[in-house]
């Protein structure tokens, strides 16, 4: 049973374009979401995490929105960057007390060209 | 450098061996938390350790197991392996438990059983 689904196993986009990543949860426990970019030979790296009780959270370039009705939510990068290219990892988390872990998305392998 | 160092960063293996992974946290986190992550999959949670004690468990193999010393460094034991066992070993550590928190992540350990 996988509770964190990333649908699109790859994404292709233009330097400069925006970048969109999406991922779809099944539990409604989940009240912590993140997301991880991790290049080869290397360990996922955190790049950006919302709360439930927000619905948006920016970073620079980087902005996650939830929706939690939909149990949906979405990584958007602006603009994105050849640099930018990795694999992405969707998480989420349940709130103390509950699973003392992050539980991961397969990921999705976001190339962006020059 | 997320500061959490795992040893070695590769290994290669007969079936039905024993091997053991280490992981050293960042310096002042009390938890640690070993994820696998096969081909084509996600990063997949084997256990987690709090302050030495186990705190929560996911999909591990009988196998397998784990320990977390007073120095807060944490090894993960893989017995009879097989070749199916071949895979990344990330290990995570965070302060104290994933409340509105992320996890930081070792470069991984690669084993190969042949």
């Known amino acids: 049973d996988q509770q964190v689904k990333q649908n699109s196993p790859s994404l292709s986009v233009q330097e400069g374009r925006i970048s969109i990543l999406n991922c779809d949860y099944t539990?409604?426990?989940?009240?912590?979401f993140l997301w991880y970019k991790k290049y080869p030979a290397e360990g996922p790296t955190f790049l950006i995490s919302?709360?439930?009780?927000?619905d948006k959270n920016e970073d620079g370039r980087f902005t996650v929105f939830l929706n939690k009705s939909a149990k949906h939510l979405s990584l958007h990068i602006v603009p994105s960057q050849p640099g930018d290219s990795a694999v992405y990892f969707c998480?989420?988390?349940?709130?103390?007390?509950?699973?003392?872990?992050?539980?991961f998305g397969k990921g999705m392998k976001l190339t962006v060209n020059p | 450098d997320s500061g959490v160092t795992q040893t070695p960063k590769h290994l290669i293996t007969a079936t039905g061996q024993r091997v053991t992974l280490r992981c050293s946290p960042r310096?002042?986190?009390?938890?640690v938390y070993w994820y696998q992550q096969s081909l084509d999959q996600g990063l997949q949670f084997l256990i987690q350790?709090?302050?030495?004690?186990?705190?929560a468990k996911g999909n591990i193999l009988e196998r397998f197991s784990a320990q977390q010393f007073p120095d807060l460094h944490s090894e993960l034991n893989l017995s009879s392996l097989e070749l199916g066992d071949s895979a990344l070993y990330f290990c995570?550590?965070?302060?104290?438990?994933?409340?509105?928190?992320?996890?930081?992540f070792g470069q991984g350990t690669r084993l190969t059983v042949v």
């Open positions: 995570a550590s965070s302060p104290g438990s994933l409340e509105n928190t992320e996890a930081f």
């Open positions: 539990n409604s426990m989940f009240d912590y």
């Open positions: 919302i709360s439930s009780i927000k």
């Open positions: 998480a989420a988390s349940t709130p103390q007390g509950g699973s003392e872990k992050l539980v």
């Open positions: 310096s002042g986190d009390l938890s």
């Open positions: 350790y709090y302050n030495g004690e186990e705190r």
